[in-house]
């Protein structure tokens, strides 16, 4: 799990991050030129200073040639990973333990995804071969069962349970709306998002995050260098995933209030930077809030909430902008829907533009720790990210 870890030997000096929304009149090539652009001059370099490169991305492009055809790098490494919705993530951990094992001393990670004129409604991935016993159900089913199963275990009426989720919901779009980059900038009203027509089990469509187009960029060198380039880098101070052994849906004990690749991940990023405390030593956070039931198990899995209390720290406003633990102050996957290649470092350019001062109306208080988390697959099998990141070195 590499608990060794990686606290203070890597930092982000230059970010960048597309708009998410749908983009008909952008390409893949597109997108990625302008992430990674942005993410040049706000480091204060050119590209040809770059030396090695990690794509993420999942179904829009195959291989280097995805990056390097319309950055036109010059014969450098570029390495395209995936691992489904971490997959933006996955290409910052790369990237940083490159640099940190000392064979770079400048990178690019960069994620990208296009969806919206696939000629899908979102993301049409192949699924990979199983012996046929696997069950053939959509991203809302999957992650549905987690709220019947929460309010069961803890007590909760259908219409307690459903002001909660309401809630999460309307703290992402809330943020969103003071959002410029984000797709939907729009606060939406409770009543609204409790009467959304339903989707799968007890959720509604404004349970449910967007599709969207977009890419996202962070340019990584060794502590030491970073202030050659930048008096304000982001230090990362753990990096962490978990890939479970897919036995959810076989165990009898597993009862969908909890993801178990959460909880592995966490416990080792909080290992590598010598958190003991989450509640109180993490400022902020960005998690993958793809339905509003998961960001609700989040909670608890990462330890921002006690077991079966999470619902009530969501009532009593904990996470909000004002709140004790702000969680997802850019708006999340809510605001700006989910290109997967690019939602990782969409979250880790929150983390950036907050502790830099930079993120307009949103900006909360000097936050000094952040944390961003990333899942792909389904509650009873799935990878799990976790990066905690600063704005001081420890």
């Not at 333990?97 to 400048?106: L, M, T």
């Not at 980059?181 to 959304?196: D, G, H, W």
């Not at 340019?219 to 897919?246: C, F, N, Q, W």
């Not at 700006?336 to 900006?363: C, N, T, V, W």
């Amino acid at each position: 799990m590499g608990k060794k870890g990686i606290t203070d030997k890597v930092a982000v000096i230059g970010m960048g991050c597309t708009r998410f929304a749908e983009h008909w009149d952008k390409s893949v090539d597109d997108l990625l030129v302008e992430a990674a652009y942005e993410a040049f001059a706000d480091a204060g370099i050119e590209p040809s200073d770059v030396e090695a490169a990690w794509l993420g991305t999942m179904i829009s492009g195959y291989a280097g040639i995805t990056l390097s055809g319309p950055l036109k790098t010059q014969f450098i490494p570029v390495t395209r990973v995936e691992n489904m919705c971490a997959t933006g993530s996955e290409a910052f951990r790369n990237a940083c333990y490159a640099v940190a094992s000392g064979a770079y001393d400048i990178v690019l990670a960069i994620g990208v995804e296009k969806l919206k004129d696939s000629g899908f409604s979102g993301l049409n991935a192949p699924k990979p071969a199983n012996d046929g016993t696997v069950p053939n159900i959509s991203a809302p089913a999957s992650f549905s069962f987690l709220a019947p199963a929460y309010y069961e275990k803890y007590g909760l009426s259908n219409e307690q349970g459903r002001e909660v989720l309401s809630r999460i919901a309307w703290k992402n779009h809330y943020n969103g709306s003071l959002n410029p980059k984000a797709q939907y900038r729009n606060e939406v009203p409770m009543e609204k998002i409790t009467k959304s027509p339903m989707v799968a089990a007890l959720l509604g469509i404004m349970d449910c995050s967007g599709v969207a187009d977009g890419a996202a960029a962070a340019i990584i060198v060794r502590t030491e260098d970073a202030h050659k380039y930048k008096k304000d880098p982001m230090y990362v101070k753990a990096l962490s995933i978990a890939a479970g052994p897919g036995d959810g849906r076989l165990r009898q004990d597993y009862d969908f209030t909890t993801i178990k690749e959460n909880v592995a991940a966490a416990a080792a990023a909080y290992a590598q930077a010598g958190i003991k405390n989450p509640r109180k030593e993490i400022d902020m956070a960005e998690v993958h809030d793809c339905f509003t039931p998961t960001e609700l198990v989040i909670y608890e899995d990462l330890g921002f909430s006690e077991r079966g209390h999470g619902w009530q720290d969501v009532l009593n406003g904990v996470f909000e902008l004002d709140g004790e633990l702000p969680v997802n102050p850019d708006g999340g996957l809510k605001s700006f829907g989910h290109p997967i290649g690019a939602s990782g470092l969409r979250m880790l350019y929150e983390m950036y533009l907050q502790f830099q001062g930079k993120a307009g109306k949103r900006q909360l208080d000097n936050p000094k720790i952040g944390l961003t988390h990333n899942l792909g697959g389904t509650p009873m099998q799935c990878v799990s990210f976790i990066s905690i990141v600063g704005k001081e070195i420890s």
